[in-house]
Structure formats: C-alpha cells, structure tokens
C-alpha cells in the first residue's frame, strides 16, 4: 500500500442512490452502510459521498445508518423522476460543484449525480476515476420502456454515450465483471481492475447442500432483489403460470425484495390466481433474516433482463443454493451453461424449474459447484488486494503519477 499524505486524499464518490437522513444522521438500504464506505479509509484519509437525501421521521425498517466518522454526505434533493430532476438540476450542480471543490480524489459510480460532477470536474481540470456495475444502456431502456418508450430509449443512450465518455477521460477504472469491462474500455488497459464489493462473511457462508437436505416436498424456489422491469419478476410470475398449467407442482415461489413493481407483481400474482403457491415478501434487511429465506430454499432463481454482477446471486451460491438464471452480463461468469436460460423467456425458465422438481442428484451437483465457484473466486484477501490496488491507481491519479 501506498504512504498517505495527511490531508492529500480526501475522496468524492458519486452515486446515484436513495439516502435518507433521520435526525442529522444518514441511513440507506441495501449494501451501502457504514461499513461499505469505512472500507476507503484504508486508502484515503476521508469519504464524502455526494448523493441524493431524502428526510424522514424514523429510520426505515430495512435502513443502515451510513455516515460515520471520517464518512460524510454532501446531500442533494432526492429527486425522483424527470420533473423533480428538472426542478432540482440547479441544487445537484451546486452540490456537484462543492465535492469538486471539496475533494482531491474522485470515483464517479453512476447516474445524473455521476454526469453532474463529471462536468464540474471537467471545468476545474480534475483527474478522476470511474467504477461500472452493469451494462447502462439496457438496464435504463428495461427501467423506463412501460412508462415513456421514446423517451426511455433516448435516454438510455445518452447515458450510454456519456458513460463510454467519462470511461475514456478517466485515469483508472473498475468494473464488477469481465462482461462490463469489455464494455466499457479505458484508454490504458493496465489501469483497469475487476472485483466486486461484496464480502463473504462466515455469517453468510454456509456451505454446500446434499441429497437429504433437498429430500422434501414441495421443491421451495426463491428469488432476491430488486423489483424493478429490469430484474425480470414478470417472466418469473409468466414461468409459474405455465408450470401449474402444464399441471407440474410440487414446488412453491417466494420473492423477496421491495421496488416500483412490487404491487404491480402482487396484482399479475393475484390476476394469473397464484397466490397458492407464490408468494411477494417485499423488502428485508440483509442478515439473519435474509440468510433464513436463503437457508428455507431448494433453488434460487434471477430472472433478469440486464445484469452486471448479481450480489443476490453471489449470496445465494454462498449459502450453497443451486441456481437458474438469466444469459445475461455477469451471470454468465458465475453460473454454468445448464443453469441458463434465454432472458424473457417464460416457457424456458419454467421448464428448467420443472427439471428439478424430485431431481435430488442434480441439486446437489450444482449445490456443490456452486459453492466452490463463489468461494474461490470472492475470497477476501483476492478481493481486498484489488480493491485497494484500484484505490491506490485513484490515488496516484489525484496525484499525477
């Protein structure tokens, strides 16, 4: 690791998430706490994420508190849609411009917060680095075709071009997968690292499955993460609907996770009379209660449109859970060529779930190769070595080496 200069590298991440602030602290869901963003300080002497805060009255239930000493958030508005964006931009600029100021080294994540300080630092001649977690350009085409096609689709390439811009302007870059760095290239090929934040923890590694453990009736079949168009839930609910015409059961669905779709998937559940066997959780906390959805399933299932590197998937084959997911981004990296099926394909998805209904064998292989596939690849000192290669290359960039 690099020496640090005291006071030399203060750091700006720039990420388009929801943040809320309850009582002057500030709180996210999903992976983004406390000690997600302690983990730069091994590099850097301060964090200041400059990020959408929303105001609340109490920390929602499924809410880590995010700030912390030497972790700090420069707020913006948090908007939600093209009007509030517009009314808004004034304030995100004026926040963009502040980081600029503020910080010595820079990582640009994604989104209008992402385009935003890019642009200031582009005014003031500043270096900076830049992370890709997916492919930009279908995830927002899949976001927002139902609500503005048009629209939807031009937006979705601006921002594409944008990205492939702010990738060639960068000093370094990082990626969650060979699949998005074939996607976005740097200009120096030496400068570009591949990891993923996601750490696996003894709490979250359990170990692979055998017969015994898959033994029962019915086969239980769960889904994790975002309910949004993109992550493909309708197809799943479609899949169902065609085993139980098809007269397969013995099996049931969970999916667990909150988001925009999450009514409009109860209300398809509701519609195609699969609330027997199909049930939406809505949102949980990672931890314990999380791990007992994954430890309750036989199978897992990511259904997905557009994907950089699934967190949810990576948990779930650490938990030793067979899988079926989309040919799609950074599944492909991680899943074999029987476990994948044609993305938006209901008939596919739910001829692959029917294969493994009584099939215990089956389950247990793939259990096992599952395991070992996550465990050798996200081991943590292979992943720390790289993670902090990439923030010591920001480092020297801020720097000019």
């Known amino acids: ?60 239930e499924d809410h880590f508190m995010s700030d912390g000493v030497n972790v700090h958030f420069i707020g913006i508005p948090d908007y939600i849609g093209v009007r509030q964006f517009l009314r808004y931009l004034p304030s995100l600029f004026v926040a963009a411009f502040r980081a600029a100021r503020l910080g010595k080294c820079f990582i640009l994540r994604s989104g209008n917060v992402c385009t935003a300080l890019w642009l200031c630092l582009k005014i003031l001649g500043k270096p900076y680095s830049r992370e890709l977690q997916g492919h930009i350009g279908e995830a927002l085409t899949h976001f927002t075709r139902n609500d503005y096609p048009i629209v939807g689709r031009t937006i979705a390439w601006l921002s594409d071009y944008m990205a492939r811009r702010q990738v060639l302007g960068s000093y370094c870059a990082s990626y969650v997968s060979q699949f998005c760095r074939s996607l976005y290239p740097t200009k120096n090929a030496d400068r570009e690292f ?50 139980i015409a098809q007269s397969v059961f013995g099996w049931q669905l969970q999916i667990v996770g909150g988001g925009r779709q999450l009514e409009p998937l109860r209300e398809k559940a ?62 492909v990296e991680l899943l074999t060529d029987s476990q994948l099926v044609a993305p938006a394909q ?50 020297a960039g801020a720097k000019g080496i």
């Open 194 to 243: 591949v990891f993923s934040s996601i750490r696996l923890t003894p709490e979250l590694i359990r170990g692979p499955r055998t017969v015994e453990d898959f033994r029962h009736q019915p086969l239980r079949v769960l889904s994790v993460g975002r309910l949004e168009m993109e992550k493909g839930h309708q197809f799943l609910l479609d899949a169902a609907a065609t085993l």
């Open 1 to 60: 690791m690099q020496t640090r200069e005291q006071g030399q590298s203060t750091l700006v991440v720039a990420i388009e998430h929801h943040f809320v602030e309850v009582g002057g602290r500030i709180y996210s869901s999903l992976s983004f706490g406390y000690d997600y963003w302690s983990e730069y300080l091994e590099v850097f002497d301060e964090v200041y994420v400059l990020a959408r805060v929303g105001h609340c009255d109490h920390v929602p």
């Open 346 to 395: 209901p008939a596919m998805l739910a001829e692959a779930i029917a294969e493994r209904i009584g099939n215990f064998e089956q389950l247990e292989e793939e259990s096992r190769v599952n395991f070992e596939k996550v465990i050798e690849a996200y081991e943590l000192k292979k992943i720390r070595q790289t993670k902090i290669a990439f923030w010591n290359c920001v480092l």
């Open 270 to 331: 509701r519609s195609l009379d699969l609330e027997s066997v199909v049930k939406l959780m809505g949102p949980v906390q990672y931890g314990e209660k999380l791990f007992s959805y994954l430890d309750w399933a036989d199978l897992f299932v990511l259904p997905s449109l557009t994907e950089g590197m699934p967190r949810s998937l990576i948990e779930a084959m650490a938990r030793g859970l067979p899988a079926i997911g989309s040919r799609v981004g950074g599944i």
